[in-house]
């Protein structure tokens, strides 16, 4: 089997894993690798923007609050304000990299063009037009492939953390590297490493219906998980309240930015809805309008919402919002003329590997940043456009932490990859098959509204699946499918486990039977306890 060994490897190549890659790179030699193309990411599809306090009526303190009253008590202050503070600075660097973001058109007053999100109380999103993710994901691989200390691996998932205890060595536990598929050749490697980032992003496969591309099936989290690492808070799954409703749209945002410009959310008949849920009305935080849009569909019976943004002139839309205007008009639908169609779907997954604002974790060597960790910015429900910053911020502090630790390679052998007796798998329909049922299953119970009698179905058949992924895991040479089902599975189960000990309503977890907050507030919710699964030999 192939070792290679690195001074730093960053698994991910959204903007938590490049950005920790520029900053790691001037300390040592970095490997970045993907499981799929290189921009293939989160990221690459964020469209709101990144927020930051940019203007003199705009405050830390004002931006601090806006986070916590979004976070409904779970947020930990002090690292909101510190990466709310950091913000600047971070966004100072992004331009000197190259990144333009809109500025406003006419003399005087501020620079940026700033736009409005749910739960914002000022006007702070620094934005690209609508494909902001896009134009950062542009400007941090041109930076990547620029630096001579940085090779990128591209089609390589990795598959499970290598650490100290589990090869039986003496000491404290630590990280030494990672398994990975590559996913041309259908071989396994091993990369071996002082210092291993995971910055592998969200989990919104773990549901039927979900704004993120198919990079995004939890894969940090249930290696994080499988290795012995604590996972917090995985309760909170923010579902986006806006998702394009058409058959053939698979997962297209629209962005929450549309409402900060005006758009209102009415029902079949045109008539505006949110006044009746929350005095903030459209712009209310995301679990309240999401949950609201699901109610209004419950009692109507209509199969979505409608967006309305008819009053603004075609002209300022297509300036505006030209991805988002150019992709409804290809399904039929003109944002100056027509009711838009929506749904709310997964989109966020607040919870994650704990994690420091420095990216470090429970376990030396390991690193989490980005979606994949809980750093305690979200709390029980995210802020919009908080996790591009948060990500910014958190993998400038990594690479400072990082550096200050020896760079020496473990000194130790890793052990070739055991296949066992393992033979192709022959029943692709087994992995088809399960991978629906996990995220319908989800979908039903562990939605936007939760009991505990769907938590306790859902967890009945999670456990069930979990068990026939691991046989078959066990017994077939892997392949991504394979990998990617038995990770959305056991993310599934952190998120059913993680609902069932919260016994409130807080932020996104809502459940009928507890239908209130708590006083005072529980604290997060921490499942660490290895589900015994690590590697094929144990
Ligand atoms: P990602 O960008 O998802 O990158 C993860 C990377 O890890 C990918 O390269 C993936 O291929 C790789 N990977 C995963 N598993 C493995 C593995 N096993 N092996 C190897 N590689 C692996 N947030 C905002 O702040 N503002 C916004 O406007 C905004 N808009 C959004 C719009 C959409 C449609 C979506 C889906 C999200 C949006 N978000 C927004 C959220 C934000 O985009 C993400 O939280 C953020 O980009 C996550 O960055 P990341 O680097 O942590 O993960
Ligand atoms: C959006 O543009 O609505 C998404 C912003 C976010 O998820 O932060």
């Known amino acids: 089997m192939k070792v290679i060994d690195t001074e730093f490897l960053v698994v991910g190549s959204g903007i938590a894993g490049l950005m920790s890659a520029i900053h790691l790179s001037r300390h040592g030699r970095v490997i970045v690798m993907t499981k799929k193309e290189l921009a293939e990411s989160n990221t690459n599809y964020a469209q709101g923007g990144i927020a930051c306090v940019m203007t003199s009526d705009d405050s830390f303190d004002q931006h601090v609050k806006d986070t916590l009253i979004a976070g409904c008590g779970l947020c930990d202050e002090n690292i909101v304000r510190e990466i709310v503070s950091a913000g600047p600075a971070r966004i100072a660097e992004l331009e000197r990299m190259g990144l333009a973001f809109a500025e406003r058109n006419g003399s005087g007053g501020a620079r940026y063009d700033l736009g409005r999100e749910g739960g914002h109380s000022r006007r702070r999103v620094l934005h690209s037009g609508d494909i902001t993710g896009r134009e950062v994901e542009k400007v941090l691989l041109a930076h990547a492939r620029s630096r001579p200390s940085i090779q990128i691996i591209e089609h390589a998932l990795a598959i499970d953390l290598i650490t100290s205890g589990w090869l039986g060595l003496p000491g404290p536990n630590r990280c030494v590297g990672a398994y990975f598929l590559d996913r041309g050749t259908g071989e396994i ?27 995004a099936t939890a894969d940090g989290v249930a290696m994080a998980w499988r290795a012995g690492l604590p996972i917090r808070d995985m309760e909170f799954i923010q579902f986006h309240p806006t998702c394009l409703y058409h058959p053939k749209a698979k997962s297209f945002l629209i962005s929450e930015a549309v409402r900060g410009e005006g758009a209102r959310l009415v029902d079949e008949s045109g008539r505006p809805f949110m006044e009746r849920y929350d005095p903030r009305g459209d712009l209310a935080p995301r679990d309240i309008v999401a949950r609201a849009i699901d109610r209004e569909m419950k009692v109507t019976g209509a199969p979505c919402a409608f967006l309305d943004i008819r009053h603004k002139s075609p002209a300022f839309l297509r300036e505006r919002f030209p991805n988002i205007y150019e992709k409804c008009l290809s399904f039929g639908f003109d944002m100056a003329r027509n009711l838009l169609p929506v749904v709310p779907a997964a989109h966020y997954c607040c919870g994650g590997i704990e994690a420091g604002l420095d990216g470090t974790t429970a376990m030396p060597g390991l690193y989490a940043c980005g979606e994949v960790a809980s750093t305690g910015l979200h709390g029980a429900n995210r802020l919009a456009s908080n996790s591009l910053l948060e990500a910014l911020v958190c993998s400038h502090r990594l690479a400072e932490t990082a550096a200050a630790f020896s760079r020496e390679r473990p000194d130790l052998d890793i052990p070739a990859w055991q296949t066992g007796s393992a033979t192709p798998s022959d029943e692709a329909v087994m992995i088809g098959h399960n991978w629906n049922e996990v995220r319908t299953c989800m979908w039903d119970y562990v939605g936007i509204v939760r009991s505990d009698k769907r938590l306790e179905r859902a967890m009945r058949r999670i456990r069930n699946l979990r068990q026939e992924i691991r046989q078959y895991y066990f017994e077939s040479l892997v392949t991504s499918d394979i990998l990617e089902l038995r990770n959305i599975a056991a993310a599934g189960e952190l998120i059913v486990r993680s609902a069932m000990m919260r016994r409130e309503s807080r932020g996104l977890h809502f459940t009928l039977d507890y239908p209130e907050q708590a006083a005072p507030p529980p604290r997060n919710t921490v499942i660490c306890d290895p589900p015994g699964e690590f590697l094929p030999d144990e």
Do not use: M, Q, S
Request: glycine fraction near 12%; charge should be positive; proline fraction near 7%.
């Open 189 to 215: 490697a091993a990369i071996r490493t002082p210092h291993l980032v995971l910055a592998t992003g969200g989990a919104g496969k773990v549901y039927l219906y979900t704004t993120n591309p198919d990079i």
